[in-house]
């Protein structure tokens, strides 16, 4: 699967001219007269939709598509999808101690030329992981340990703002939890064009990829799409706590980190956030487990 940072192919490369013909044959052989093409013309944007939507289709493998189950899951009534930018950077610079200058100026300059990707539902902020080490763990120079010692905080955070539970408590440690290779090249992507302290992002709350697999959803993400990891996944949650709020909502893996919980070097796990007795629960399970209420988070590089 190639990576969320992989170089595009436009319809000038090879690859593309040839999809490019494909459409042109097509079209030829359909014998359009004047009135037609014209109409055909007049509905370009549902004809862009209709394409990208079957290039969309036709691009996904068939690797793991038999750990995809139906779902009728969906969120609680009170999530009515991400909330304003400034309420959510309020929130996250607040519990962390981060500064608004960088985001500020993306949002005031990129964001208004920049369109949300198809599947997101809406613009989320999130925080560097950057930011966070430099702020409360300046000393902490190894990648890995600085993104356990982030994700850590993040579920310390939550844990302080309502009941909370987690059952890897000890075991977020840099030999046994690292990010998913998409999700860490999506990463570098973003801090090259967003410096600043949080980061602006497309994103999903589990529902595009609910009773999937987490490799299935790994394997569907295309283009921009990459895996939620759990300092974003959390930090959605501290940002949007009615997500989570009973235990008839839709539960939410994070296919963006990866747990081995053997210490066989296998990583064959992934965190999720769950919702039973009263309290949001942290946990992990195996990445091969369709389950109906469950849906893998996910987000999008801005374009």
């Not at 300059?109 to 409360?136: Q, V």
């Not at 709350?205 to 990891?229: I, L």
Request: glycine share 10%; with cysteine; net charge negative.
């Amino acid at each position: 699967m190639p990576t969320a940072t992989a170089a595009l192919i436009t319809s000038k490369d090879p690859k593309g001219l040839h999809a490019v013909g494909l459409f042109e044959a097509a079209y030829n052989q359909a014998g359009l007269d004047d009135a037609q093409a014209q109409r055909l013309n007049e509905r370009g944007g549902e004809l862009k939709d209709g394409i990208s939507a079957l290039i969309r289709q036709l691009i996904v493998t068939d690797r793991y598509k038999a750990e995809e189950v139906k779902s009728s899951y969906t969120y609680p009534r009170g999530y009515k999808g991400p909330k304003p930018l400034s309420q959510q950077i309020d929130t996250l610079a607040g519990a962390f101690g981060l500064s608004l200058g960088g985001v500020q100026d993306f949002i005031a300059k990129n964001l208004p030329t920049l369109t949300l990707p198809a599947g997101a539902e809406g613009w989320f902020a999130i925080p560097s992981i950057a930011a966070l080490a430099a702020r409360h763990f300046p000393d902490v120079t190894d990648p890995k340990e600085r993104y356990t010692r982030a994700v850590q905080l993040v579920l310390a955070k939550i844990a302080a703002s309502r009941s909370f539970y987690n059952y890897r408590d000890g075991e977020i440690l840099p030999d046994r939890w690292r990010l998913n290779a998409r999700t860490a090249h999506a990463l570098d992507v973003l801090a090259e064009q967003q410096p600043g302290d949080i980061w602006i992002v497309g994103g999903q709350f589990g529902k595009r990829h609910a009773g999937r697999s987490v490799r299935r959803a790994r394997e569907v993400m295309v283009g921009p799409e990459f895996g939620g990891y759990a300092v974003a996944a959390g930090s959605m949650l501290l940002t949007h706590p009615e997500r989570l709020v009973s235990y008839d909502d839709l539960w939410y893996d994070v296919p963006g980190d990866e747990f081995d919980p053997g210490l066989d070097g296998t990583f064959g796990s992934a965190p999720c956030f769950r919702f039973n007795d009263g309290e949001v629960k942290f946990d992990t399970g195996f990445v091969g487990y369709p389950l109906a209420d469950c849906g893998s988070v996910s987000l999008f590089l801005p374009q």
